[in-house]
């Protein structure tokens, strides 16, 4: 499990976008959202590197937290 830190996630519509872009990479991605503290926790067998430029080319950059 990768976690990210995305600062510009600030409302809903941004988490589903999040989630339309990581479901494209992976339709069985598991995704966990906090917007209170802005993080992302992605469950996937993609490559963190690919999830962040799939993240930044969606206007979300992500700085990974920890991933496992």
């Known amino acids: 499990m990768a976690n990210f830190h995305v600062p510009d996630m600030g409302c809903g519509g941004c988490v589903s976008t999040i989630e339309r872009v990581v479901k494209k990479l992976d339709p069985e ?3 966990a ?6 993080t992302v926790a992605i469950e996937t067998p993609v490559a963190v590197e690919a999830l962040q430029d799939a993240l930044r080319k969606a206007g979300f950059p992500a ?5 496992a």
């Open 33 to 38: 959202a906090d917007l209170g503290a802005r």
């Open 63 to 67: 700085t990974l937290q920890t991933a």
């Open 29 to 31: 991605a598991r995704i």
